[in-house]
């Protein structure tokens, strides 16, 4: 490869020099509550942050805890709307992590998934999707029959749930068909639009909680987007318990399934 590069005009070899000893492309992305490491994609895959051997520890200080650091806040459909600046942090003795606190603050603090400024990383064509009022109430009624909540008290709803009022998000996966996450305050289920079934929808993962003695088991969609720039969005679920939360990836597999892949470490009140 070196004599076939001395060959070359010398703008062209030392092109090929650098993309040869190029870093893979690599984003940083925090955890909307608390603002802990979430996930890190590097040459298009999602890894996890802090693998859960290494907790305790909580990664780089220099990546993930660094005062003065900046990171853009992302909406439910990672587009940016802010850039961030890292001003304060509370260190976790549980996790080992750093949960940050940013100025400017902002009202929608806790519901905000953050990349870092320094990513390789661009925000996505946003993957919304507005069904109908039919498709919309027939996937209400699934919901409400596949997780219901109803004899969940609103005393016992914990405040990381009731901070994002939204419960679906409706959106596309290019070439796959349309799409809906569904949360409650005992579960979550994900299914795809299927006009032939009398329902209007095939659910393809649910997950069904208990209340606890800490109040009910609840789930809220934080955001659904491409993180990793591979066409196909990635759904941000925040589950909590009261007493420990966090926030988890899912990725459509290629069996067409939506799977847990990658956590956040969370944060609790012990």
Known sequence: MGSVVAMLPASLALVL??????????????????????????????????????????????RWAKLGSKWRALD??????????ASAKDDYDVTG???????????????SVLVSADSVWQSPPSAEWM????????????????????????????????AIPTRTRFFDVPGRGHFAVGTSNAGYLIARYDPRRSSGWTVLTRERSRVTTFGAF?????????MNADGVP?????????????ESIFELSPDGMWKETVGSPGGATA
Not at 38 to 52: D, F, N, S
Not at 218 to 226: G, I, S
Request: aromatic share 8%; proline share 8%; glycine share 6%.
């Open 234 to 246: 990635e759904i941000i679920l925040r589950e909590s318990e009261g007493a420990s939360w966090g």
């Open 131 to 162: 069904p109908t009022r039919i498709e919309r109430s027939s996937f209400d009624a699934l919901v409400a029959k596949q997780i219901p909540d109803t004899s969940v008290r609103a005393t016992l709803i914990p405040s990381q749930c009731t």
């Open 218 to 226: 609840c789930y809220r969609p934080v955001a659904v987007f491409d």
């Open 76 to 85: 439910a459909w990672g587009q940016i709307v802010s850039t961030r600046v």
């Open 17 to 62: 020099a650098f993309a040869a000893h190029r870093p893979a492309a690599t984003a940083w992305f925090l955890a909307a509550d608390p603002h802990v490491p979430l996930a890190e994609v590097v040459g298009g895959r999602i890894h996890e942050a802090v693998e859960p051997a290494a907790r305790g520890r909580c990664g780089s200080p220099a």
């Open 97 to 111: 992590c750093a949960e940050l606190s940013f100025t400017p603050k902002a009202r929608t603090d806790r519901v």
